[in-house]
């Protein structure tokens, strides 16, 4: 069964940093682009970073140069290093998973990253 764990969210103060995992099960890394993606109180949810099969990654200009996106395929994990902090940074981050082949998606439970004084 294909699963997505995150976890790594909580309070931080602005300029701090937070790093959130994406554990998968049930697939392999190398068939799937994997997405962060987050969504604050009245929002809608954005793509944040994505890394794909191949390596290639994209970022939202909101986070470029503070974000990275990694991904370790021996511990099946994807990760978001996440520096300079800022309130806007505020949301639940979901992990997505897309199949190369499908196009079908899976998403995980959402792990809560807020930032405030």
């Known amino acids: 069964q294909l699963q997505l764990v995150e976890s790594g969210g909580g309070l931080v103060q602005p300029g701090g940093s937070l790093r959130l995992s994406c554990a998968v099960s049930g697939f392999t890394l190398d068939d799937y682009s994997i997405g962060w993606f987050r969504q604050a109180p009245g929002k809608q949810r954005e793509l944040v970073a994505s890394?794909?099969?191949?390596?290639?990654?994209n970022y939202v200009d909101s986070v470029k140069g503070r974000f990275t996106i990694s991904r370790d395929n021996a511990k099946n994990t994807v990760y978001l290093q996440m520096n300079g902090l800022k309130p806007e940074d505020t949301a639940v981050y979901y992990c997505?998973?897309?199949?190369?082949?499908?196009?079908?998606?899976?998403w995980g439970q959402g792990t809560q990253v807020t930032v405030s004084s």
């Open positions: 890394i794909r099969s191949g390596g290639g990654t």
């Open positions: 997505n998973a897309r199949s190369k082949w499908t196009g079908s998606d899976y």
